[in-house]
């Protein structure tokens, strides 16, 4: 059984940095994408950043030079290192992984999201 375990959340100062961290376990042969998106309160869900198997990368506008998105070299963890963080960048940040391939087939699959607060 696949499973996604976010990690990294917590309380930091508006202008601070966190790292996420998210780790894919089962019997995996290949993961296709692996991203990150954030839901704030009355907001629809959004992505943060992505990181494709071949390693090209995408950001939302919002993020682009603050964050970075990256991975471990079995691709089973993906990172999301955030910088200079905004109070409207407060919410709860889930990890997301696109077909997923393992012996009994391939799915999509996310975690139970990391809270991520911004306050002083």
């Known amino acids: 059984q696949v499973q996604l375990v976010e990690s990294g959340g917590g309380l930091v100062q508006p202008g601070g940095s966190l790292r996420l961290s998210c780790t894919v376990s089962?019997?995996?042969?290949?993961?296709?994408?692996m991203g990150w998106y954030r839901q704030a309160p009355g907001k629809e869900r959004e992505l943060v950043a992505n990181i494709v198997s071949g390693g090209s990368t995408n950001y939302a506008d919002s993020a682009r030079g603050r964050f970075t998105i990256s991975r471990n070299n079995t691709k089973t963890t993906v990172y999301l290192q955030m910088s200079s963080l905004k109070r409207q960048e407060e919410a709860v940040y889930c990890c997301n992984a696109v077909r997923v391939v393992t012996p009994a087939g391939y799915g999509d699959y996310w975690g139970q999201g990391t809270q991520v607060t911004v306050s002083s």
């Open positions: 089962g019997s995996i042969f290949s993961i296709h994408v």
